[in-house]
């Protein structure tokens, strides 16, 4: 069981970061210190392993049968796949500064959504840690 919430836990950190980055990248174009096109292929490098991860983490919450942290992360394997259907997973290098506002409230709520994850995991890493540690006395 601890395998599974260090598992989740840094695969929510690594999502954490990559997303990050995704907003440094906006935030440099923002602020005029680098330009469209270098920011858009930075940020467009780390959009589809952004997503796989995401998939792999709710793909291990469900096989490893915690439901709840399954359907806490559902909603954003389902995002990421209608954005995916859509071909807005990609940030255009033409409209980027059109649609800056957008891409930053959009980062800064997958943030929001995987800090709560974040604080969850580790949460159910300490107890399970506490049950088994409990479970051998």
Known sequence: ???VWLAAFFLVVTLIVLVIFQ???LADLEFDYINPFDSS???NKVV???FIVQALLSVLFLISGHWAMFLLSAPMVYYNYTLYERRQHLVDVTEI???LARE?????F???ALVILLFLSLFWMIWS?????DDSH
């Open 104 to 108: 930053k409230k959009r980062r800064l």
């Open 23 to 25: 907003l440094m990248c």
């Open 97 to 99: 500064f059109n649609h």
């Open 110 to 112: 997958k943030i929001g």
């Open 48 to 50: 589809m392993p952004e």
């Open 1 to 3: 069981m601890l395998f």
């Open 129 to 133: 840690v506490l049950l088994d540690e």
């Open 41 to 43: 292929s930075r940020i």
